[in-house]
């Protein structure tokens, strides 16, 4: 089977505008996270967000593109702008119907969504904004991307909680693999809004600042919730024999990827780790290779007491059994967590790879697990093969393996 190969990444974040910037901040362990700004926080508990203040997209297209995009839209055009650049990969008519487009978004323009809605409420259907309409749907990212590149082939949204993004590069992977494409922009994205603050707040799904410090702390004994963040992460997949005969730069391979289901509460996390431990070895087994083959783990820890838990336990059943550990880290102490960061978070191991330094988890101090984190300082070390998991509330789990170029 052919691989599936990475040639190109556009990046849009908190930690960084753009994939040097993003990657330099990773490395030095700077976080994107500070007081919120775009909106007043004062009646809640918590105040922090990983918010991208620096995106202005007048910096990647003309005002006259833009102006009709929602924030979400515009984030993910931008990413795709700088995929398609770094990919050197041109959408000319003749092949404009071979590339499509894959985007995982958690929930979309909730902003304009809320606007729309809003206006219904207060003035009944006339009060309800036309404009507004196209942006309430989630796949309106995905179409946008297409629409601004002029690409013909297939146009698929996944919304699928925190494994959004995770779950549009397995069906890219797949895509390619039937010949349905020749190349794929996969990627994810959400913004930060009101809504869903409020939504996460009301929850008390967010780390909170009146009683406890409040931050992003995975994998930390001190560790009290999560800290929402906004951005997009769009990559260039294609056949490897299509992207050596135009040249193109390669990043690494998606080598496999396993989902699994793990029955508990819509607003949980699977407590005994099993399925999530199977995902992990079902990516290994389609690889051929075994625990000890894998270098490094991108973890899905996003600061909340059950997932950092659940994924230490489910890491430990697999990879504790020999001598050999991977090191671990987690990208959203520097990102925030959010739907569409998979594919951040995804770039992020790519580049780890490429370069032989894995990220610190920014905010760890206090490991509670026994595994091999990443602490402080970029760790220097090379990686064959490499493990993206992704996990969500509601039990969906998604493990993607990546190999090194040959």
């Known amino acids: 089977m052919e691989k599936i190969v990475i040639t190109g990444m556009g990046i849009i974040s908190a930690c960084g505008i753009g994939k040097d910037a993003f990657w330099r901040n990773c490395l030095e362990g700077r976080s994107g996270i500070a007081p919120i700004q775009s909106f007043d926080t004062s009646a809640y508990r918590s105040h922090l967000g990983a918010e991208a203040r620096n995106f202005n997209p007048k910096d990647f297209m003309p005002p006259l593109k833009y102006r009709r995009m929602s924030r979400v839209s515009r984030l993910a055009v931008a990413a795709s702008i700088e995929a398609m650049k770094d990919a050197a990969l041109t959408a000319l008519p003749p092949s404009a119907p071979s590339i499509g487009v894959v985007l995982g978004t958690g929930y979309g323009s909730t902003a304009q969504t809320d606007e729309f809605f809003v206006g219904m409420l207060r003035e009944g259907p006339e009060g309800a904004n036309p404009s507004l309409f196209p942006d309430t749907v989630p796949n309106a990212p995905a179409s946008q991307v297409s629409i601004y590149h002029g690409l013909q082939g297939p146009n698929t949204t996944f919304s699928h909680n925190e494994v959004s993004g995770e779950q549009a590069l397995a069906y890219a992977l797949r895509l390619l693999r039937e010949d349905r494409a020749e190349a794929i922009l996969a990627g994810s994205v959400d913004e930060m809004s009101f809504v869903l ?15 406890e410090e409040e931050g992003m702390r995975p994998f930390d004994r001190r560790r009290n919730g999560r800290v929402l963040g906004e951005g997009a992460g769009i990559l260039v997949l294609e056949k490897e024999s299509r992207a050596e005969a135009r040249g193109a730069k390669i990043y690494g391979s998606l080598a496999a990827c396993a989902s699994t289901g793990s029955p508990v509460g819509i607003s949980r996390y699977e407590g005994g780790a099993g399925q999530m431990a199977r995902a992990m070895e079902g990516a290994l087994r389609q690889a051929g290779i075994s625990p000890e083959g894998v270098d490094y783990i991108s973890a899905a820890a996003n600061s909340t007491r059950e997932l950092d838990r659940a994924e230490a336990r489910a890491i430990q059943k697999i990879f504790g059994r020999g001598n050999h550990r991977p090191a671990i880290s987690s ?41 091999d984190h990443v602490l402080d300082c970029p760790r220097e070390k090379k990686i064959q093969y490499a493990l993206l998991n992704g996990f969500s509330f509601g039990g969906s789990n998604v493990c993607l393996l990546f190999k090194k170029k040959d």
Not at 198 to 210: C, K
Not at 338 to 351: D, N
Request: glycine fraction near 16%.
């Open 197 to 211: 603050f409020h939504s996460f707040s009301a929850l008390r799904a967010l780390s909170p600042g009146d009683r």
């Open 331 to 371: 990208l959203k102490g520097h990102t925030g967590d959010f739907c569409g960061c998979g594919t951040l978070r995804a770039a992020a191991l790519l580049l780890s790879m490429g370069g032989g330094k894995i990220p610190p988890t920014a905010g760890l101090k206090e490991p509670e697990f026994d595994l």
